[in-house]
């Protein structure tokens, strides 16, 4: 495996069109991924990966990211046991996005909530013209004070 | 319509299980917007947003975005016509992503190179070990020469 992808050409139309992978990390190193079920579709995450996060992912078929938030490499699953096998991965037109295709191990729960989704929330306007958040009545798939532990 | 959102809150529970939209917005002032159809769930394309195009998209039922290219509000569709009729909008569990369920208008089509979703190119493996993209086979559904003007 190189450790590294090309950098994305200048020439608009190699980028778009081309068959070169050359992901466009931004200034902190970073694309953004979209998870979705492979069976489904139906959108699980959002999360981002840096050059080794996507490397590993293709190379070993499992999703790996970037945690922002704990500032490390996260195999996806490592703790609560929802892996990512993914089936398929795919770029968009200015390859600064990705597409990841997966089926979930474990509990079928991909959000730290215990959810399936981490989109459990809707917009929904309330009758004096604001709006809220409504849940999903989907009760979680496992305890997350259970898997995590409590802090 | 207020034309701000809340502050997000400190506390954690409150943030990801109440019913207080309050979008975390990044440095830049924006959050990340999946766009899926809302016939068959397909992802389309990966926008940002920053609270004015949030608030339009609520307040107008059509998706506005931020273009950070072109560094100003952007209504989806405005040239194309390719417009994105909003059916419902969620937030995901630390409110810093929106997924868009749309029905597009027009030549039903979202990327600006015509194609129905950006994501056109799957990665595929070489028997050399390295990878490549492949391009869905799918026609674009418009000629972004006749839309845009060329250049």
Same mark, same amino acid.
């Given at each position: 495996?190189?450790?590294?992808? !090309?950098?994305?050409?200048?020439? %608009? +139309?190699r980028?778009?069109? *081309?068959?070169?992978?050359? /992901? @466009?990390? $931004?200034a902190?190193?970073?694309?953004t991924a979209?998870?979705?079920?492979a #069976?489904? *579709?139906?959108?699980l995450?959002?999360?981002?990966?840096?050059?080794?996060?996507?490397?590993?992912?293709?190379?070993? *078929?499992? +999703?790996h990211?970037? !945690? @922002?938030?704990?500032?490390?490499?996260? %195999? %996806?699953?490592?703790?609560? #046991?929802?892996?990512?096998? &993914?089936?398929?991965?795919r770029?968009?037109?200015?390859?600064? +996005? &990705?597409?990841?295709? &997966? @089926?979930v191990?474990?509990?079928?729960?991909?959000?730290?909530? #215990?959810?399936? !989704?981490?989109?459990? @929330?809707?917009v929904?306007k309330? +009758?004096?013209? #604001?709006?809220?958040?409504?849940? $999903?009545?989907? =009760? /979680? %798939?496992f305890? =997350?004070?259970?898997?995590? *532990?409590?802090?």
């Open positions: 495996m190189t450790d590294t992808f !090309s950098a994305p050409p200048s020439d %608009k +139309a980028l778009e069109e *081309g068959s070169e992978l050359t /992901p @466009r990390f $931004d902190a190193g970073l694309v979209v998870v979705t079920d #069976g489904d *579709g139906a959108v995450m959002l999360a981002h990966m840096n050059a080794e996060a996507l490397q590993l992912t293709i190379e070993t *078929g499992l +999703a990211y970037w !945690s @922002r938030s704990r500032d490390r490499l996260w %195999k %996806k699953g490592e703790t609560s #046991g929802n892996m990512q096998r &993914v089936e398929e991965i770029l968009d037109c200015d390859q600064d +996005a &990705v597409l990841l295709k &997966v @089926r191990t474990g509990h079928d729960a991909t959000c730290h909530t #215990g959810r399936r !989704s981490c989109f459990y @929330r809707r929904e309330t +009758a004096g013209g #604001g709006v809220h958040l409504v849940s $999903d009545a989907e =009760p /979680p %798939k305890d =997350p004070d259970q898997v995590y *532990g409590k802090n």
